[in-house]
């Protein structure tokens, strides 16, 4: 799109400026996937199998998830496919969440394969008593689920191995919904900017790039990967990830 630009100097200086937030936004270590993926050896890792026992994967087993969807994800983001699957695995963990969140879990999409009809079948069943959730949900997407639970990435995870820790769950669901969305809209506003750069180029286009890299950022900065207590932080940094969502920082208010 900067290729409308008649100026030069204005055109070269707003090239650099979006190469530049796009390496903040996607991170300077991309590399393109590897055409094939061979996978784990036979016998290496283990499973969780939804209401079974778990047993631990071997270390890497986030890299060895990353590639497994990079091989499938077809025109879907593989990071966003990722969050997907920890979303729906903590909801279905811990059911309670849903209510807690549901109107975020309402308007969000998800594009993974089979992604989308499971969260529509938690909404509809999030306000089941726990032994019937737990039945109906085996019942309605029982293969779904268990193929999601078995993914490396999901059952280590804390929030799903730990099922008794409902105030981690609820941190680290915020936390993926805050990342998914912030991701999601930084790469919106990019969109949006090149779409700009066709009409006449200003500082609020490279503003707006910069507000979409940096609440991307604020979002990915906080970590929820292991299970130790924070005490009091936990009420504020789930307040803080909640408030991400709830005023869409990424977005430049137009009125």
């Known amino acids: 799109m900067t290729h409308k630009i008649r100026d030069g100097s204005i055109r070269s200086h707003y090239e650099q400026e979006l190469k530049r937030l796009q390496r903040?936004?996607?991170?300077?270590?991309?590399?393109?996937?590897?055409?094939?993926?061979?996978?784990a050896r036979p016998g290496a890792g283990g499973q969780a199998r939804?209401?079974?026992?778990?047993?631990?994967?071997?270390?890497?087993?986030?890299?060895?998830?990353?590639?497994?969807?990079?091989?499938?994800?077809?025109?879907?983001?593989?990071?966003?496919?990722?969050?997907?699957?920890?979303?729906?695995a903590?909801?279905?963990?811990?059911?309670?969440?849903?209510?807690?969140?549901?109107?975020?879990?309402?308007?969000?999409?998800?594009?993974g394969e089979g992604h989308d009809a499971l969260r529509l079948t938690l909404l509809r069943l999030g306000h089941e008593p726990g032994?019937?959730?737990?039945?109906?949900?085996?019942?309605?997407?029982?293969?779904?689920?268990?193929?999601?639970?078995?993914?490396?990435?999901?059952?280590?995870?804390?929030?799903?191995?730990?099922?008794?820790?409902?105030?981690?769950?609820?941190?680290?669901?915020?936390?993926?919904?805050?990342k998914l969305e912030a991701r999601r809209g930084a790469r919106a506003e990019i969109e949006d900017a090149m779409e700009d750069l066709a009409g006449l180029a200003d500082e609020g286009v490279t503003w707006r790039l910069s507000q979409a890299a940096s609440a991307r950022h604020r979002a990915e900065r906080s970590n929820l990967?292991?299970?130790?207590?924070?005490?009091?932080?936990r009420a504020a940094l789930s307040a803080h990830l909640q408030s991400l969502i709830d005023k869409e920082i990424w977005r430049k208010n137009r009125n």
């Not at 903040?24 to 996978?39: E, H, I, S, V, Y």
């Not at 990967?225 to 932080?233: H, L, N, P, S």
């Open 131 to 178: 032994p019937e959730f737990r039945e109906r949900l085996a019942t309605e997407a029982g293969d779904v689920l268990e193929k999601l639970l078995a993914l490396p990435h999901v059952s280590i995870a804390p929030p799903v191995r730990n099922a008794d820790d409902p105030d981690l769950a609820l941190m680290c669901l915020a936390e993926e919904l805050a």
């Open 90 to 111: 903590i909801c279905a963990t811990h059911p309670a969440c849903i209510s807690r969140f549901e109107s975020q879990l309402e308007t969000v999409q998800f594009t």
């Open 50 to 88: 939804f209401g079974g026992k778990f047993v631990p994967f071997e270390v890497g087993a986030y890299s060895v998830t990353r590639a497994t969807v990079l091989a499938s994800a077809g025109p879907s983001d593989p990071e966003d496919l990722l969050r997907e699957a920890m979303i729906l």
């Open 225 to 233: 990967d292991d299970a130790k207590d924070m005490g009091e932080d």
């Open 24 to 39: 903040d936004l996607f991170g300077t270590g991309w590399q393109r996937p590897p055409k094939a993926w061979k996978g």
